[in-house]
């Protein structure tokens, strides 16, 4: 299985960016990254995935490093809504797409 | 464009009872993956299945679980003679037919506790 390592648990305080790494240092070449969040009592949802480059969308940023043994989400503004257990999960290629959840970060913002 | 939807969203069952539990995907989608999600752990893959095929059940227990997702209507997870330990809460997600590689689309997920 194609292994992550996240701390357990970060902390921030609402307003400020928030930096959630995550350690993939088996990841193959043609392995994407994805990152889900899980809120509290409801399911799963995906914040971003990238391969190589750096990637943005509304919701977050994913730096990935050059040698892709490492990257990193950044939440630019933590809002309360922020608060939930974030995923760092590597799609293997040529899988059948079923993710490999590890037990992820959970992250608390404080107002 | 309504989301993931699984119903019920609790279900209570006794010790022995059957345990039927309805995911259906978002419109357009025809992947559809279950998980498990055990008390304070992470969520586990059950199976994944294309209408009318189970593509992957490498995550379902050998007995007592089985899936369906048939040409019309939702995709069922059907649990026979439910013991406490199934007790959890399932999710279902779907994706667009290219599968494998897609996001998947999470759903409310149905909280079963068996009694």
């Known amino acids: 299985d194609a292994k992550t390592t996240q701390p357990n648990s970060m902390e921030s305080n609402e307003e400020e960016p928030v930096h959630l790494p995550c350690n993939h240092s088996?990841?193959?070449?043609?392995?994407?990254i994805h990152w889900y969040r899980q809120l509290p009592s409801q399911g799963p949802e995906y914040v971003i995935h990238g391969l190589t480059s750096n990637v943005n969308n509304r919701m977050a940023s994913l730096a990935i490093a050059e040698d892709r043994k490492s990257s990193t989400l950044i939440l630019h503004r933590a809002t309360l809504r922020d608060a939930a257990v974030y995923y760092c999960?590597?799609?293997?290629?040529?899988?059948?797409?079923?993710?490999?959840f590890g037990k992820g970060t959970k992250l608390s913002v404080k107002p | 464009n309504a989301g993931v939807m699984q119903n019920p969203r609790h279900l209570v069952r006794r010790r022995g009872q059957e345990a039927r539990l309805r995911c259906s995907p978002m419109?357009?989608?025809?992947?559809v993956y279950w998980y498990r999600q055990l008390p304070e752990e992470g969520l586990k893959f059950m199976v994944y299945?294309?209408?009318?095929?189970?593509?992957?059940e490498s995550g379902m227990p050998k007995e007592r679980f089985s899936a369906e997702f048939p040409k019309e209507g939702p995709s069922i997870l059907r649990i026979q003679q439910v013991v406490r330990g199934d007790s959890a809460a399932y999710f279902c997600?779907?994706?667009?037919?290219?599968?494998?590689?897609?996001?998947?689309?999470f759903g409310p997920g149905t909280r079963l506790l068996v009694l």
């Open positions: 419109k357009g989608h025809s992947h």
């Open positions: 088996t990841i193959s070449g043609t392995d994407y």
């Open positions: 999960i590597l799609m293997v290629r040529g899988s059948q797409g079923n993710l490999i």
């Open positions: 299945l294309q209408k009318e095929n189970i593509i992957d």
């Open positions: 997600a779907s994706s667009p037919p290219r599968g494998g590689m897609e996001t998947q689309y």
